[in-house]
């Protein structure tokens, strides 16, 4: 665990109110004048129908820190309900017959899938899906969906998804509240925490727990540094065939150290101890290894060699060296330096590393590659044609000096302080104050499969969200989402959101089943999974005052 997150100190819990807001109402949750300072929740949320209920309860969790809870829309909109979404394979009039089935397709195969589904019995649909534009992406058609019938309940359409299948169809029961629908009626459930450096005295943070590979829960996160709030972080591996699952997939600055490098150009929420001068950065990095007067570029910090998740890496990387998300990208021939936050052990495999001692001698060269790293050591691994150019650099007894440099989007150097952490996001949601919605630029937009984008984009999920609004106050938000008691939010719904809450900048965090918030050691939201809270790769933490500091 990052020592400087360990605190002790009582957690206060005071100054509660509740309010009700009608549209484009302004409520402050210190009524009479008790805060000093304007809240930064002052509109209703942009979601639904004018005229909606929205409720709001804010609780004064420590100095300088508030959390405010929003229930917004009606517990049942009667225009809601569930149906099945078909997979709709290639098809004879498909421009591609021989693609996998997918949840979007051209309108000339859903009309081929629908005319086949009636003719065997069921209530089936074309629906053409249109997606808005934003900063960097066009919208319009993303494709056409094809779906089965109008169900009151879950298992009704599950039912009839097990009769579709029975037919040699594919397909999944879905509510229609996800879809994103500007005229549904919610409910939306949103948390949002506010730090507010002009009062907070206590700690702002990142931690990824024990070691960079092994996934926690943010409320186990959050009680190993007796945290007042928390929520999660950044996207990080979970598959291990894409990597050590833990290992954050974007950048990663822990303590001022950067032990996990950027997806090149996509942004990162760069947060200081203090709550102080919060920002959204977009960054890249560069790092090489010197020794006997030359020098290699390095290609990775602290991921398996190889494996490249979220793309965003170098030349040679297979498809893409632009970012990609959720794809992870392979190049064979890699050097990839570990420090020991990594964990136990680095990563087994063909090829060979060089293991430095606390002074940067190599005292080991070990091939096949894998092993414990000297206390205060690192060490470097090469794989493919890289072996050769590693084996010919470090000799044992050897110097070999490993650096690594964080740029801005102007190429400029950054160099974080002890007190600074930076985790990764995307996409940005909010910059300037205006809307900048950017999943281009940021790999969600995968070419040749809409489908993708309809799920991840598109449709409403649980979300997780930070930014810093004009007053310099940072404010971290939840979403609820995957169920019928709290309908989500779309990436365009999340920009609203973040906006209407008064945000100056603001990026998407990792969101899913990942989407936490913790306060007073209690999960606070209804993580998504079916198996409850999500283990994660790191979180946000807000500490107390620490006593004598």
């Not at 950065?281 to 790092?287: C, K, N």
């Amino acid at each position: 665990m990052k020592k400087r997150l360990w605190a002790t100190g009582a957690v206060l819990g005071v100054l509660t109110t509740c309010a009700t807001l009608p549209p484009a109402a302004e409520a402050s949750p210190h009524p009479g004048g008790r805060h000093p300072h304007p809240s930064p929740h002052r509109h209703a949320l942009p979601l639904g129908p004018a005229g909606l209920p929205e409720t709001r309860t804010t609780t004064t969790l420590q100095p300088g820190v508030t959390l405010t809870r929003i229930v917004r829309g009606n517990a049942q909109d009667p225009a809601l309900h569930w149906t099945v979404e078909v997979s709709i394979p290639g098809g004879d009039t498909s421009p591609d017959p021989d693609a996998p089935p997918t949840v979007l397709k051209d309108r000339a195969s859903a009309d081929e899938l629908t005319a086949e589904l009636r003719r065997d019995g069921f209530e089936a649909r074309a629906e053409e899906v249109r997606t808005p534009t934003t900063a960097d992406y066009r919208g319009g058609t993303l494709g056409w969906r094809v779906r089965i019938g109008t169900f009151d309940s879950q298992a009704a359409a599950t039912a009839e998804r097990t009769r579709l299948r029975a037919a040699g169809h594919t397909g999944s029961a879905v509510y229609t509240g996800w879809d994103g629908e500007t005229t549904d009626r919610g409910p939306w459930h949103v948390d949002v925490l506010t730090v507010d450096p002009r009062t907070f005295r206590g700690t702002l943070g990142a931690s990824y727990g024990p070691d960079l590979e092994d996934r926690e829960t943010t409320s186990a996160l959050s009680a190993s540094a007796t945290a007042t709030a928390a929520v999660n972080a950044g996207f990080f591996v979970l598959d291990p065939k894409a990597g050590a699952p833990g290992d954050p997939a974007g950048v990663g600055v822990y303590d001022g150290r950067l032990l996990s490098e950027p997806v090149a150009g996509r942004p990162g929420l760069v947060v200081h101890d203090n709550g102080r001068r919060t920002e959204i950065t977009r960054l890249t990095w560069r790092g090489r290894i010197t020794g006997r007067g030359s020098s290699l570029p390095l290609d990775g910090v602290n991921r398996v060699p190889g494996l490249i998740r979220n793309c965003g890496g170098g030349a040679g990387d297979t498809p893409t060296s632009l970012p990609l998300h959720d794809v992870t990208c392979t190049d064979p021939d890699e050097l990839v330096t570990f420090t020991p936050e990594y964990g136990a052990r680095t990563p087994g495999g063909e090829g060979v590393e060089a293991v430095l001692d606390a002074h940067e001698r190599v005292v080991e060269l070990r091939s096949p590659r894998g092993g414990t790293i000297p206390p205060g050591g690192s060490s470097i691994q090469a794989t493919g044609e890289r072996v050769a150019d590693l084996t010919a650099l470090a000799r044992v007894g050897d110097r070999l000096s490993v650096s690594t440099t964080l740029l801005d989007a102007r190429g400029r150097r950054i160099s974080p302080s002890p007190r600074t952490d930076i985790v990764n996001g995307g996409p940005e949601l909010v910059r300037d104050g205006r809307i900048h919605v950017t999943p281009a630029t940021d790999g969600m937009v995968h070419p040749g499969d809409p489908s993708w984008y309809y799920g991840w984009v598109h449709k409403r999920n649980p979300r997780t969200l930070a930014g810093v609004d004009a007053a310099g106050r940072t404010v971290l938000v939840t979403a609820d989402g995957r169920g019928t008691g709290s309908l989500g939010l779309s990436i365009g719904e999340s920009a609203e959101v973040a906006k209407s809450l008064g945000l100056r900048d603001a990026v998407n965090l990792d969101g899913g089943g990942s989407t936490t918030m913790v306060a007073e050691g209690a999960v606070l939201n209804s993580p998504s999974d079916a198996a409850g809270e999500r283990p994660v790769g790191d979180a946000l933490l807000i500490l107390p005052h620490r006593h004598g500091t």
